[in-house]
């Protein structure tokens, strides 16, 4: 049996316990539950069963690990400029402490960042990777330089892949440089089409530039809520026509230059999936494009399912979803987070599941307009300390039992206030994710192909399962 270690707390360690494992016919389950209320946090402990093991009971959660589905990813946030800047800004040993809680094995075991090309309204200020003197052009990218991330981007990421050597890195760019641009400038408008090339010229270098660094980018989309603009921060609007034609020309920039990063179409919220169904409905669109990526902020998870219906043979990836100031209950929020964006967002077939920002400060920042009150998966304080959100917590959930190449498997409930996920890690270990958004303990009966167990789940709490063979 695998035993996983209680999570690493940065204050103190939480105290190991000696823990007897439920047992059902052929499997040992242990579970870690975060609860609503905070008195549990990702903590490690045995398993609740309810009183009655000989009865099932009315609430039923099964499990088939011979029905499978997506394969996954990875889990994760977004690693902005600012929040680059602000762990660079730590000592040696502050930085360690964060990053491997973060990603280290003792850590959640975050697999998965998403990274702006150039800045976003998380950024030290605007900047793309080719600013040139107004009134100029560049269509061979021979002034283009990544120098602006080298200050604390690329440095931060490097220390990442040396604690999580096999994380995935996903470039989504907020705006294409100011003078390739209708309006002249990174906040609003729209790329002019005689400059498609040139930027796909742009991601290019910008995957190579990375690649040169040890840092593979495993994933583009062409634009950051491409439905969007504003002229508050970094934006750009850009059609759906437009970035299908895009979309084309990236794609044979890449085969021309050997790169085997992933192209994502969309990138924007769940309002509106005819924006990729009509990428994917373009032949070359569809042989383009690995899937579609979906962003929270408006309509519904279930929008995924109508891309997936249309377009079976292509991936969904969940690429951004922030909390902030407009809603400060811990346990309302991992509740909503749970049922759409995590456990929502999978069993409509996402193969990963990314936050926006890694971290920020006490203002919530730095920030280069756009959110005043977003929150990071974690806030670091003026001392070097930081405080774990829920978001970090969330995360943990999976990304610290989830493994990379793991399939979602078939899972059943019958009760509605729970709902939950369930998948096969490589090495046949199961792991179930559960919420229960009632304020009251729930007895159920969890069936894992066949074998049952009688369980309790706690009020508003959500639990991690990992369920290995005797």
Not at 426 to 445: C, F, I, Q, W
Request: contains cysteine; proline residues 3%.
């Amino acid at each position: 049996m695998i035993i996983i270690a209680s999570i690493f707390m940065m204050t103190s360690c939480i105290e190991e316990e000696e823990l007897t494992p439920v047992e059902i016919k052929d499997y040992r389950i242990v579970s870690f539950v975060t609860k609503g209320d905070k008195s549990a946090l990702l903590r490690e402990q045995e398993a609740v069963e309810s009183s009655e093991q000989n009865t099932k009971r009315n609430t039923v959660v099964s499990i088939d690990s011979s029905i499978t589905y997506q394969t996954m990813d990875g889990f994760g946030a977004a690693m902005t400029e600012s929040s680059a800047y602000l762990i660079n800004q730590l000592t040696q040993e502050q930085r360690d402490v964060i990053l491997n809680d973060l990603f280290g094995e003792d850590g959640i075991g975050i697999g998965f960042v998403r990274l702006p090309m150039g800045a976003s309204d998380f950024a030290l200020s605007n900047y793309s990777y080719n600013d040139i003197e107004e009134g100029t052009t560049d269509l061979n990218m021979e002034h283009f330089s990544l120098q602006r991330d080298f200050d604390h981007v690329i440095p931060i990421l490097k220390m990442v892949k040396n604690i999580k050597e096999d994380v995935l890195f996903l470039g989504s760019p907020w705006s294409a440089p100011a003078w390739m641009k209708d309006t002249k400038t990174m906040n609003g408008g729209s790329i002019k089409n005689e400059y498609l090339d040139a930027y796909a010229t742009y991601f290019v270098k910008f995957i190579q530039g990375y690649q040169q660094e040890g840092l593979d980018i495993y994933a583009v989309t062409p634009q950051n809520e491409p439905l969007h603009q504003t002229t508050n921060y970094p934006t750009m609007y850009m059609s759906s026509q437009q970035q299908l034609t895009f979309i084309i020309k990236l794609k044979q920039a890449f085969d021309q230059a050997n790169l085997e990063t992933l192209i994502i179409s969309y990138d924007h919220n769940w309002d509106r999936p005819n924006y990729p169904m009509s990428i994917l409905a373009s032949p070359t669109g569809y042989e383009a494009v690995a899937g579609s990526g979906f962003h929270c902020y408006g309509g519904n998870v279930s929008a995924q399912q109508q891309v997936v219906d249309a377009y079976p043979d292509k991936g969904i990836w969940f690429t951004e979803c922030s909390g902030g100031g407009w809603a400060t209950n811990f346990a309302s929020n991992m509740a909503w987070n749970m049922e759409n964006v995590f456990i929502g967002s999978i069993n409509y077939f996402a193969k990963g599941v990314l936050m926006w920002n890694l971290a920020l400060d006490d203002q919530d920042g730095p920030t280069n307009g756009g959110c005043m009150n977003c929150r990071g998966v974690i806030t670091i304080h003026e001392d070097g300390t930081y405080t774990r959100n829920e978001e970090y917590y969330m995360i943990g959930h999976f990304s610290k039992f989830v493994k990379r190449g793991a399939t979602r498997i078939k899972l059943e409930s019958n009760n509605t206030n729970i709902f939950a996920t369930a998948f096969k890690n490589p090495d046949g270990e199961m792991v179930v994710v559960m919420h229960n958004k009632s304020r009251n303990s729930l007895a159920y009966t969890l069936e894992v192909d066949g074998a049952l167990v009688n369980l309790t789940i706690p009020a508003e709490s959500s639990v991690s399962y990992v369920i290995n063979e005797k």
